[in-house]
Nanobody, 119 residues
Framework: QVQLVESGGGSVQAGGSLRLSCVASGNIFSINNINNMGWYRQAPGKQRELVAIIIKGDNTNYADSVKGRFTISRDNAKNTVYLQMNSLKPEDTAVYYC??????????WGKGTLVTVSS
C-alpha cells in the first residue's frame, strides 16, 4: 500500500505564492510502480478537477486555468511531488489533493490540503 500526505496549504492574498508538497510512503515496490503523479483540486460546490500531472520521464500537463502560473515537479529520491503556485487568484481557492497512479491502474489519494486565496 501507498500513503500520500500533502502539506503546504494555507491562506494567501491574491498575487501570492504557495508550494504544495506530497510525500509518498509505504511499500517501496508499490511506490516504484507509480507512473503518474498529479494534483487535483475541489472547490466548494464543484467537482474535483485535474490541476497538473507529471509522468515518469517528466512530461507534464496542466489545466488551462493554471498554465503559466503553476509548476509541477517531482523528486524521485525523496518520493515527493511538488506544486509551485504563483500569481494565485481567489478562484484557486480549493482543497488540493495529491494523486498517484500505478502501472496497474491503481489510484492513490492523499487527504488534501486547503488553499485559500483572498482578494
Amino acid at each position: 500500500q501507498v500513503q500520500l500526505v500533502e502539506s503546504g496549504g494555507g491562506s494567501v492574498q491574491a498575487g501570492g505564492s504557495l508550494r504544495l508538497s506530497c510525500v509518498a510512503s509505504g511499500n517501496i515496490f508499490s511506490i516504484n510502480n507509480i507512473n503518474n503523479m498529479g494534483w487535483y483540486r475541489q472547490a466548494p460546490g464543484k467537482q474535483r478537477e485535474l490541476v497538473a500531472i507529471i509522468i515518469k520521464g517528466d512530461n507534464t500537463n496542466y489545466a488551462d486555468s493554471v498554465k503559466g502560473r503553476f509548476t509541477i515537479s517531482r523528486d524521485n529520491a525523496k518520493n515527493t511531488v511538488y506544486l509551485q503556485m504563483n500569481s494565485l487568484k481567489p478562484e484557486d481557492t480549493a482543497v488540493y489533493y495529491c494523486n498517484g497512479v500505478s502501472i496497474y491502474g491503481i489510484h492513490y489519494w492523499g487527504k488534501g490540503t486547503l488553499v485559500t486565496v483572498s482578494s
